[in-house]
């Protein structure tokens, strides 16, 4: 390619509106360029590293005997009303209805789909075990898109279903997916971690998500690990609480006191001069539309996933000031936030308030607790007499580092993560509700045993550039750079080095390299600068050295430069091109 023909223009400065390096980079050179919110046109250098990202995604699901085949990207209805997710879906959910007034759905994913396929073609167990992937777009009208193409709302996915008919065999093939989804993510040039998580919106038991570790704002995970092994995302982590922790008050006898504004649990503890591990704290959240209220000690948060799986629904909010003023009003009350508590709380628009303790709260005595009473608290209160247990008690807290590691008891650490790729076992979660069966060996006919794994292709691409860039620009993995080389002439009126670099450019081809010339009459500063910029692996640049018979050569990631003889430049990227297969 010529770099005067190369559909590429670069901006001097970075966009506006990215917060994070791979957004701002892949704009400023030239990769990506917005056309609605999170909605982006993948421009011919964005294409051609996505198609790499895919390829090296398709040959390591076809060496791990997965089949592609391509799904619709709009999707009906009926099928999701089989599957019960047309309601249980929330916002991300893009719904469409056509000119015959028909409901139809943009693709967030598609296990709805494939479970269609399966139970109209796989009908005997002598058929199975099946793993079916496709790379597609997919559209998830996300509530905060951003981050360029590491939150789209439109991006491309590989998502892969297997289909077992027994445990052991989806537990066989979870285990291929992970060994393929780390020969993947190594050769697009990333380290992974492979973490336990929640299963969200996809359903299923056991899942692991494999993250990109990093310390930037990009990471929007936390993941809690320990060097015994153990990784979990923080929707999933737990953790064992040091011992020697004061649960216990000094109060013998309950009793009511004042604590004038004390609206925080910090004022609380300083006008009672006491730790707040002898406080419990109520904490208000709508569920869908349903009020919840959760109780957890003081001196811990709470997991807003972890909550909504105690109580079932598809979206969790902290209350605001105006919701928790009604639910006061509603019941009689008129304290405000800082003096909530369970008792004498009953319902909001006429729906019975729902409560959830957290495990930290049943080994409390004689604690502080909000009494819904304006700067007033319960003080000197226990369980079972001046204040219910809820009947739901179970682990809705936010693990912090420090923590103990639930396999092994030493400390957790922290640290931020960008998804790329996650493995479900979902059981029969689809096949049950969609009667996808098969008969089995023994005549009868049982639903299929469900796995599904997907990544974020766009995702992985811009994973790439948080992982490897400098204050220059991007430094792409070989694996995936959009081309491995670029031949800068300095002076294109040169005749010499026009001719030395056309040589080069063209055994560079010739042995099956990409390469691009840079043929521009332009500074030698430009070419350099838009060669970081772009992030081309090597650089051979051809200026007056090569009266010396030597060329500069230039290592991206590492940006070693030494003057050496064109055809030893040439080779070390020839090689390197070469082993990539
Ligand atoms: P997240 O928690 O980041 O919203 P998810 O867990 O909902 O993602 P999955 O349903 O597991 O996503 O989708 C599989 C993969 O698709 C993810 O691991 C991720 O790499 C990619 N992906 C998901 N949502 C987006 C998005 N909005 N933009 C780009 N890639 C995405
Ligand atoms: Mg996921």
Known sequence: MRMSKLFVQTLREFPSDAEVISHKLLVRAGYIRKLAMGVYNYL????????????????????????????PFVQPKELWEESGRWGAYGGELMRLTDRHGREMCLGPTHEEIITAIAR??????????????????????????????????????????????????????????????TRIFKRCGLDTKAVQSDSGAIGGKVSHEFMVITDTDAGENDVFYCDCGYAANSNHAISVLPAGANVTGNWQTPQIIDTPNTHSIEELCDFLHIEPTIIVKSLVYIVDKNPVIALIRADKNVEETKLLNAIGGNEIRIAVAAEIEDIMVQNGFNADKGFIGPNGLKEYNGVPIKFVADKTVTDMKNFVIGINQKDKHGVGYNWGSEVDLPQTVTDVRLVEAGELCPDCGKPLKVTRGIEVGNIFQLGTKYSEPMNAVYTDIDGKTKPYIMGCYGIGISRTAAAAVEAHHDENGIKWPLGIAPYHAVVIPVSTKDELQMKVAEDIYKTLIKHGVEAVIDDRDERAGVKFKDADLIGFPYRITVGKGITDGLVEFKVRETNEISDIKPEEAAEIIITAVTNLK
């Open 44 to 71: 011919p250098l964005m294409w051609r590293v996505l198609k790499k990202v895919e390829n090296i995604v398709r040959e390591e699901m076809d060496n791990a005997g997965a089949q592609e085949l391509l799904m």
């Open 120 to 181: 109209d073609g796989l009908k005997s167990y002598k058929q199975l075990p099946v793993n079916l992937y496709q790379i597609q777009s997919k559209f998830r009208d996300e509530r905060r898109p951003r981050f360029g193409l590491l939150r789209g709302r439109e991006f491309i996915m590989k998502d892969a279903y297997s289909f077992d008919t027994s445990q052991e065999g989806l537990d066989k093939e979870y285990q291929n997916m992970w060994n393929a989804y």
